[in-house]
């Protein structure tokens, strides 16, 4: 990707802004005071879809929480480098630490670079398809673990490896080495929040039974290979900024209301399935 810094902000598409019917209570707790609007994918990852009057204010402090570590460590470097929305724009720092070696021998140690030539990692994890749409029971890796990651390099101002290049001979350094911030475990349950927040937008406030609540309230992620999973492939890239749709996975299992997911879709990131809850019968 060899962009100049403005065309590379501008790379990635708008994401449709909706806004959903007012719900009236917390969607996850169900109280009915100091209610705000819920962002179903964060603002600060670009979501313009709002479920209003529907997160109670202990609720959405527990989600921002979660959210926060997402956007701010996992996704911070990423939403810089593609100038996603901020209510602190501002106050993105002007350099950023990169890890480097002066020597062969030497330990590694960190030198502020200007964030115009800094060289961002992308990381998502991969997963396997959640046990509920699959049938399949996953044996290991049940919690917050992931063993492979989607990991693409990106550079504002040049091509990432020719940046690195460019980089070493700059500093004087032997070797420098980008870093990205694997938080599975928040990065879970913002997808719990996002499919349950999405379905209780396409079919309504208690009409399914909700199977993320306890999770999502408690962060109880040891089983979330049952819920939560995903495309351990690529699919192809999208001209879209992000993909949210109720799933069509579940032919064999019409009872399960799951969600579609997938995060800057336009770079060709991993796709993500969670199961948000059961219909309820007739």
Same mark, same amino acid.
């Given at each position: ?187 879970? +349950?913002? !997808?719990? =929040?996002?499919?349950?927040?999405? $379905?209780?937008?396409?079919? %309504?406030?208690?009409?399914? #039974?909700?199977? &993320?609540?306890? +999770?999502? !309230?408690? =962060?109880?992620?040891?089983?979330? $290979?049952?819920?939560?999973? %995903?495309?351990?492939?690529? #699919?192809?890239? &999208?001209?879209? +900024? ?21 995060? &800057?879709?336009? +770079? ?15």
């Amino acid at each position: 990707m060899k962009l100049s810094s403005q065309r590379l902000k501008d790379y990635l598409p708008e994401h449709p802004a909706k806004t959903y019917d007012s719900v009236g209570c917390c969607i996850y707790c169900g109280n009915n005071t100091d209610l705000s609007d819920e962002h179903i994918i964060p603002y600060g990852f670009g979501g313009r879809m709002v479920l209003p009057q529907s997160s109670c204010e202990s609720c959405s402090g527990l989600t921002s929480e979660f959210e926060r570590t997402c956007l701010r460590t996992m996704f911070g470097p990423l939403r810089m480098l593609y100038d996603l929305p901020s209510r602190r724009r501002k106050d993105r720092p002007k350099t950023l630490l990169l890890k480097v070696k002066y020597k062969p021998g030497d330990d590694w140690t960190r030198l502020p670079v200007n964030r115009e030539e800094y060289p961002f990692l992308v990381l998502f994890p991969y997963f396997v398809m959640p046990d509920l749409l699959s049938g399949y029971e996953t044996a290991s890796n049940r919690g917050a673990v992931a063993k492979k990651f989607w990991i693409r390099g990106a550079s504002v101002a040049r091509g990432f490896f020719e940046n690195m290049n460019d980089l070493i001979a700059d500093l004087g350094v032997h070797a420098v080495m980008p870093e990205a911030d694997a938080q599975v475990d928040a990065f879970c +349950l913002m !997808l719990a =929040k996002i499919g349950h927040a999405y $379905a209780v937008a396409e079919l %309504g406030n208690g009409n399914f #039974e909700p199977l &993320l609540l306890d +999770l999502i !309230l408690k =962060k109880d992620l040891s089983n979330r $290979a049952d819920f939560i999973g %995903g495309l351990n492939y690529d #699919e192809a890239p &999208l001209n879209s +900024l992000h993909e949210l749709s109720l799933d069509d996975h579940t032919c064999n299992r019409p009872n399960l209301v799951s969600v579609r997911v997938r995060f &800057l879709s336009k +770079l060709g990131t991993p796709t993500y399935y969670v199961v948000a809850g059961r219909h309820q019968k007739l």
